[in-house]
Nanobody, 124 residues
């Protein structure tokens, strides 16, 4: 199975853009549906978005769909989250996750492999 490592987090101002990356080890990255979740302290882990194995279809949560996009590069074994017009409410730890079995897209329980998370802090 793959192992996942996120990077690209940081402290930004409201309205700024940021790109998170998630690098997967192993040769089977292309077999996994990938997703991003986020969790702020004291809150439930929230679905941000997902992308199919071939990158042809993406799904985004309602709170981010007008501002975030997801992409992947199966040659580089890397998943991306492009975040535009960031808001203070986007502040959270962002996790990438992987799933290689048929399962619903949104529930966190559909994903069996997780990265360690990357902190994003948006100041007003």
């Amino acid at each position: 199975q793959v192992q996942l490592v996120e990077s690209g987090g940081g402290v930004v101002q409201a309205g700024d853009s940021l790109r998170l990356s998630c690098v997967a080890s192993g040769r089977t990255f292309k077999n996994y549906r990938m997703a991003w979740f986020r969790q702020d302290s004291g809150k439930e882990r929230e679905f941000v978005g997902a992308i199919t194995q071939d990158g042809q279809a993406t799904y985004l949560g309602d709170s981010v769909k007008a501002r975030f996009t997801i992409s992947r590069n199966n040659v580089k074994n890397t998943l991306y989250l492009h975040m535009n017009n960031l808001k203070p409410e986007d502040t959270a730890t962002y996790f990438c996750a992987a799933n290689d079995r048929p399962a619903p897209v949104v529930p966190r329980t559909s994903y069996s492999i997780w990265g360690q998370g990357a902190q994003v802090t948006v100041s007003s």
